[in-house]
């Protein structure tokens, strides 16, 4: 055996994915499943020297193809024929997790139980005889505690021994009540005469499937020669146990496998106290409190997106002097040309403008890994059902829209577990609301740029954070107003209610959730390295030709007459400021203030920018009295001379921009945005957002730092934002909330456009979702700018 295949199975909230990142490591990949988006985990490991792949099935209850997961994981067990199937039981809910493995045992596959979560089992008060289970069931057993790694060394063992039939796992059979039994056994001799010698279940499997009305069973053996003769013997089963028992076959198989388990359980299990309170139903007193619970819940939240945007600065200054020092050495490096401005200004000007925002989506999922894995999102779920309800959808809404605040196509996927069709498609319809990751660098960007970091109402919330709630607030208030108009003109229809599971609370492991934030965020970086890296230098030629276009004015002229007009006022060529010299001297006074205000971050009017400033006049006073034609002289440059001539600079790349194909495409599409207060760059940045919101960034840092001739090369993309006239004064906040809108309610990505295809099954549904998106978009948005801009006297 050069390689041993191993399928882990178990329910949600078993501990199914905590165990096989404990197997793997980080050493897996994430895809597909072929032909469905059902997401697959694959880990390649060693174990005393043989080669073991590890593939985590999607977690499920059962093994009848009533849902996508349900398929792809019995599919897979029956086509893939694993070496072992790994089932990961929760040993505190032996009764509802060995439903799964009884139907394992049906498959006569060679099967190994891990009791997880043994500890969990223990504290309640549940002993469990795992040598009797074993022999009862004919598996092998080992107990596990996942998150604290325990057990793992006897579970690889158990795993070699049944993949090299060093030990056996003869699964022991299920028998059924007397009449069902008749029943299986007639439909056996049946499907005996066509079933394929090759095929790798037994006819009785099939019997059991079709008294359970498997569709995708029938559709298979509708291909076999007899189908017809089964098909009857099918159905005069069914009107037997219907007439005899007064029973649908499919609830008679059902209460068979559970009385099946009820036998073992009685023998090999022992409850201890029956009294014991369960410290998660104390916990859930207070959380899921009729008063308390959603005042949590919003405290909750605010705290993850306060930590998103305080905690994660450092780490991006970090990444941020790493892509400014980076672009430094590459502009040492490489000859000045176009080949430099595509290495400076379109690759790393772009894609290192999104990925100064890594660090908050490892913060985002970090937070989203820690709330799942503690067991609290599913009730959050429960705490907004009430809610949800009042909007015309139930709480198993809130699990895929919650989902989208990460990215929208898990979102949308995750409806498949929603029993409404009509319910399915408003949630579906209301996934692209939610904040995605992706929006995240639009937000922090604005936020950095305008929002300043200091304490609002009663110096007890940060502003900074407060906006960045707001906006993700903001979304969920939208797509519940969207959700009512929905369920009272297009999707008519009552929710069904809900029922969900609510998992024990437990501690997850640091590893854990590292291993989960980067799963989900190498996404980020993928997007980065490829899509975003395209479009970057994408908008990278579209700005940057046609080279040396003609220009309205004589640009170099304008700078000549204003180097004339200042030597004419005060007797100095301005350029001896920039050189070595007594004048350059004189001006280091301006020069050191600058830099201690931007090396500091100071904002004007601050403690620390009033003690510079104090300073600064201190010497200035000193020169003034000494050199008072000296002082003029640096007066003037200061205050005219550089002020014009950046002026100037500006006009000069604004034009250029503007004559580029992007700036001719850029003004094509204007007179969309421009009732936003938005001019042709930003809607080209828009625009170009449609293929990956974070795109929008990634724009505007290629933008900047191609019209970058007065100093820009050192200005962060922050600081460019800050300097832009188009943001300039009190409209400056105005439009920056007007993008951070406009990116909230668009559609977010081509992707999501292709996923509610797929889901919805029409293009028709994709296609509205854009339509309305952007509309919805388009009116907050000019409400916001054309309002604001009446309120403010603009």
């Not at 059924?176 to 439909?187: F, M, Q, S, T």
């Not at 099946?260 to 104390?282: M, N, Q, T, Y």
């Not at 609290?376 to 809404?397: E, H, T, V």
């Not at 957002?689 to 007065?710: D, N, P, Q, R």
Request: hydrophobic share 45%; with cysteine; proline share 4%.
């Amino acid at each position: 055996m050069s390689s041993i295949n191993v399928a882990i199975a178990g329910n949600p909230n078993s501990g199914k994915t905590t165990i096989f990142n404990a197997l793997t490591g980080s050493r897996h990949m994430v895809g597909n499943y072929p032909g469905v988006t059902v997401e697959k985990k694959e880990g390649k490991v060693t174990i005393d020297g043989k080669k073991v792949n590890f593939i985590d099935l999607p977690g499920t209850y059962s093994l009848t193809a009533y849902s996508l997961e349900e398929l792809v994981a019995r599919d897979f067990i029956v086509n893939e024929k694993p070496d072992v199937v790994v089932d990961i039981i929760d040993s505190s809910n032996l009764e509802r997790s060995l439903y799964l493995a009884v139907q394992l045992m049906e498959m006569h596959v060679p099967l190994v139980l891990a009791f997880n979560m043994s500890d969990l089992a223990e504290s309640r008060g549940i002993e469990i005889d795992t040598d009797k289970m074993s022999k009862l069931l004919g598996i092998p057993i080992v107990e596990t505690i996942g998150n604290k790694e325990q057990g793992l060394v006897e579970l690889k063992k158990a795993i070699l021994d049944v993949a090299e039939k060093r030990v056996k796992s003869i699964p022991s059979e299920i028998k059924y009540e007397k009449g069902v039994e008749n029943e299986i056994d007639k439909l056996v001799e049946v499907i005996k005469q066509s079933t394929p010698a090759e095929s790798s279940l037994f006819p009785r499997w099939f019997a059991v499937k079709l008294l359970e009305h498997d569709t995708e069973v029938e559709k298979e053996l509708s291909g076999y020669k007899n189908w017809e003769e089964i098909e009857a013997a099918l159905k005069v089963s069914k009107e037997n146990l219907m007439k005899f028992l007064k029973e649908d076959s499919i609830n008679l198989i059902a209460e068979g496998r559970y009385g099946f388990i009820k036998g073992v359980l009685k023998k090999a299990v022992i409850h201890v106290r029956e009294d014991h309170i369960i410290v998660s139903d104390k916990i859930d007193k207070v959380l899921l409190n009729n008063l308390l619970g959603i005042p949590i819940f919003v405290g909750v939240m605010y705290i993850v997106f306060q930590g998103v945007f305080s905690w994660a600065g450092p780490m991006m200054d970090i990444v941020e002097a790493f892509f400014g020092w980076l672009g430094g050495v590459a502009t040492l490096v490489i000859p000045e040309g176009q080949i430099q401005s595509l290495v400076v200004d379109g690759i790393i000007g772009g894609v290192g403008g999104v990925l100064i925002f890594l660090p908050q989506i490892l913060f985002l999922f970090f937070f989203i890994a820690l709330l799942e894995g503690s067991g609290y999102m599913a009730r959050a779920a429960f705490i907004m059902d009430n809610l949800m309800s009042k909007f015309g959808l139930n709480g198993k809404a809130f699990v895929p829209l919650l989902s989208s605040f990460a990215c929208a196509i898990p979102g949308i996927m995750a409806t498949r577990t929603m029993e409404s069709e009509k319910g399915r498609l408003v949630t579906m319809l209301l996934a692209p609301l939610m904040s995605c990751s992706a929006r995240l660098p639009v937000y922090t960007l604005m936020i950095s740029a305008f929002i300043p970091d200091k304490k609002i109402l009663g110096g007890v919330i940060n502003a900074q954070g407060f906006t960045l709630f707001s906006l993700y607030f903001g979304g969920i208030l939208v797509a519940m107003m969207m959700a009512l108009i929905f369920k009272a003109t297009i999707l008519k229809g009552e929710s069904p209610p809900l029922v969900i599971e609510l998992p024990p609370y437990r501690i997850p492991t640091l590893k854990e959730m590292f291993i989960q934030m980067w799963d989900r965020s190498k996404h980020y970086v993928t997007k980065a390295g490829t899509i975003i890296l395209a479009i970057s230098i994408v908008i990278w030629f579209l700005f940057s030709f046609p080279q040396n276009p003609e220009t309205s004015v004589d640009y170099d002229k304008l700078r000549g007459d204003k180097e004339t007009e200042f030597f004419e006022e005060t007797g100095i060529k301005p350029t001896v400021f920039a050189e070595e010299g007594s004048h350059a001297n004189a001006y280091l006074p301006y020069s050191e203030f600058d830099a201690v205000v931007k090396d500091n971050e100071l904002e004007e009017g601050s403690e620390e920018y009033l003690a510079a400033l104090e300073i600064l006049n201190n010497k200035l006073s000193e020169i003034k009295e000494d050199k008072p034609e000296i002082f003029t002289a640096i007066t003037a440059y200061r205050e005219n001379y550089l002020p014009a001539t950046s002026d100037i600079y500006n006009k000069e790349a604004m034009e250029i921009y503007s004559l580029s194909y992007g700036g001719k495409i850029g003004k094509g599409i204007e007179p969309f945005f421009k009732p936003l207060g938005m001019d042709w760059r930003l809607s080209v940045a828009m625009v170009a957002s449609f293929a990956a919101k974070e795109v929008f960034v990634a724009s505007m840092g290629t933008l900047y730092a191609l019209g970058g001739e007065v100093e820009a090369e050192s200005d962060t993309l922050i600081e460019s934002v800050k300097k832009d006239p188009l943001f300039a004064g009190n409209q400056g906040i105005l439009l920056a909330i007007v993008v951070m809108v406009f990116s909230l309610l668009s559609t977010p990505c081509m992707a999501t456009v292709a996923v509610i295809k797929q889901e919805s099954g029409s293009w028709k549904w994709a296609g509205f979702m854009v339509f309305y998106t952007l509309a919805l978009a388009w009116i907050f948005c000019f409400v916001i700018w054309q309002g604001g801009r009446l309120v403010m006297g603009l």
